[in-house]
């Protein structure tokens, strides 16, 4: 294409509402605009480089024997009736109503349609295993859409799911599906770690996430420092290790002491000159059993998923002041188990252990001292239900762990019979026998991982796609676009380019050369192809690697082969 007659709105200013890179960049270079919060469209170049990503996954699903399909947007209540999520998936689903009155969802995930279809159509054995997939919108009324398209409440999927007789055949499509995503993300170009993952609340009993490693990435990851040992996990699941408790001497008599307005774990401690380890941090949640009291040591995170998942509860929240109040008799800040009756308290095993502690009094600027577990409050619940952090022992081998925050661009699950047997899928055996089909389900973010791209690929002046992705290779330029000379040197080395196959356009505009050099390198062609002067008269053209920087001088007759030799060699 003639760069004129595109649509590639460039801007020179940071939008004001973008927090990360690739928001800003996806915006400023003419990729994406935002139509309302989590909700962008796509312009031209983004749906090129939709598109790749797209056919690269389209390729790896396929060579694993997946078969697509296109299952609709919206969904009928009564199949997320029948598979109990209905009232538990809460607001994050987008719900409609017809003009009948009857309800539907926009679909944020397709476990229900994919299985009603499998009931209806698969009858044997021999029809299996089937891996069926679609690329299509998903909806997501998401808490805080944000980060651009890395969390948007319309968002582009790639869903798969995975029907086998047995737990044997889930583990090879789970396998296979292992291996495409790896083959995906490698040839986007993108550095990735794959972690094991929480099932959280889709369901299932093992699960691994893909997580392209950057700075801005949402989710935190553990990995061991041992490359041998190679165990990675989202903090969200990575067990932790209870640490010695430090020798604090026999247990002393519980004791209130003033603490005026000292309400964090930091200021306690300075006010009564304890380390933060000495402290047990009380935080009350709400969740649909009731309020409960989380309990973990004063220098450590509570993890909330691993709160859910000892609780057993669909919903978590922070309990908010006036809830506290209800409960403790005090303002927030002075909650502890001591005496906090009737709220059933869950404690980390580190609190445990700890012998004359501090704790919230549940009395205004007030806390204990010498508290002791057991001998001062009771707990309902032993759990693991803190954060592991950086340089604690890897639960595999004992090495210390490793911290990195990442972007998860895929996940895959094993879901089991969960789907089937709860809308009754099932097929005959080979005994005549009707059993639930084993099933897997498989996702990866598309419109995330080409922001995720960026968040990887990219210097001060813009992004550096990988060639793979790209949504063009090369940008030919003519210095000077009024000189016809250079104008029709250059037109014709774009024709030349297109012929061998490469994805060219020409930045035909009559802006100054600078103009055109700063959109190309912000909107990262891989190659830009400079036709000046010394093209006209001397035969010499300049193509520049966006990565490096590094530049080739050739000839017009040779650049088309150089430019292919460039793209084949395939470290752009
Ligand atoms: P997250 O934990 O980031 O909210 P998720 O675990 O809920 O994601 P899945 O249900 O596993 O997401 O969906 C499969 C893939 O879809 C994710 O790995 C991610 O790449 C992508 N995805 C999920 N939610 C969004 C979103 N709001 N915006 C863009 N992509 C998303
Ligand atoms: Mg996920």
Not at 89 to 111: I, K, M, S, W
Request: glycine residues 10%.
């Amino acid at each position: 294409m003639r760069v004129s007659a595109m649509l590639i709105p460039t801007l020179r200013e940071v939008p004001s509402d973008a927090e990360v890179v690739s928001h800003q960049l996806l915006v400023r270079a003419g990729f994406v605009r935002k139509v309302s919060a989590g909700v962008y469209t796509f312009l031209p170049l983004a749906r090129r480089v939709l598109e790749k990503i797209e056919t690269i996954i389209r390729e790896e699903m396929n060579r694993q024997g997946a078969q697509e399909l296109l299952l609709p947007i919206i969904q009928p209540a009564e199949l997320w009736r029948e598979s109990g999520r209905w009232d538990v998936y809460g607001p994050e689903l987008f719900r409609l109503q017809d003009r009948h009155g009857r309800l539907f969802c926009l679909g944020p995930t397709h476990e229900e349609i994919i299985t009603d279809l499998f009931r209806n159509e698969v009858k044997s054995y021999r029809q299996l295993p089937l891996l069926l997939y679609q690329i299509q919108n998903k909806y997501r009324d998401e808490r805080r859409p944000r980060f651009g398209l890395l969390r948007g409440r319309e968002f582009i999927m790639k869903d798969l799911y995975s029907f086998d007789r047995d737990e044997a055949g889930l583990e090879v499509s789970y396998r296979k599906m292992y291996e495409a995503y790896s083959r995906v993300f490698a040839r986007c170009g993108l550095k990735y770690r794959v972690v094991e993952a929480d099932t959280g609340a889709i369901g299932g009993h093992d699960s691994h996430e893909f997580m392209v490693t950057a700075a801005s990435g949402e989710a935190l990851l553990v990995y061991c420092s041992s490359e041998r040992c190679g165990y990675a996990a989202n903090v969200e699941r990575a067990p932790a290790t209870p640490a010695p408790e430090e020798d604090t001497g026999p247990p002393r008599p519980l004791e209130a002491v003033a603490t005026p307005a000292r309400t964090t774990v930091e200021e306690v401690a300075g006010y009564l000159g304890v380390s933060p380890r000495r402290i047990i941090k009380t935080l009350l949640y709400e969740t649909e059993k009731g309020m409960v009291a989380a309990l973990v040591r004063g220098d450590r995170q509570l993890n909330e998923v691993k709160l859910q998942n000892a609780l057993g509860v669909l919903r978590l929240e922070l309990a908010g002041a006036e809830a506290v109040a209800r409960a403790t008799g005090a303002p927030v800040g002075f909650a502890g188990p001591v005496g906090l009756g009737g709220v059933p308290v869950v404690a980390d095993p580190e609190v445990m252990k700890m012998r004359n502690g501090v704790a919230g009094a549940n009395r205004a600027d007030t806390h204990y001292v010498n508290v002791n577990p057991g001998r001062d409050f009771q707990v309902a619940t032993v759990a693991d239900i803190r954060v592991v952090e950086a340089g604690e022992p890897c639960p595999r081998c004992g090495q210390p762990l490793e911290q990195a925050r990442g972007i998860e661009v895929g996940q895959i699950f094993k879901l089991g019979d969960k789907y089937s047997r709860a809308l009754g899928a099932t097929f005959l055996d080979e005994k005549g026998e009707a059993r639930p089909a084993i099933m897997g389900c498989y996702g990866i973010g598309v419109s995330r991982t080409m922001a995720a791209a960026v968040e990887q690929h990219h210097d001060a002046d813009g992004i550096v796609w990988p060639a793979s992705i790209a949504p063009y290779h090369v940008v030919v330029v003519p210095v000077n676009s009024r000189d016809e000379a250079q104008m029709g040197l250059a037109d014709s080395l774009y024709r030349e380019l297109m012929a061998a196959g490469v994805e060219a356009v020409l930045d035909d505009r009559p802006e100054r050369a600078g103009v055109k050099f700063k959109d190309a390198d912000l909107i990262g062609y891989p190659l830009r192809v400079t036709v000046g002067n010394r093209a006209v008269e001397q035969g010499e053209v300049e193509v520049r690697e966006r990565r490096t920087g590094h530049t080739h001088v050739t000839t017009p007759g040779e650049l088309a082969a150089r430019v292919r030799a460039l793209l084949d060699a395939g470290h752009l």
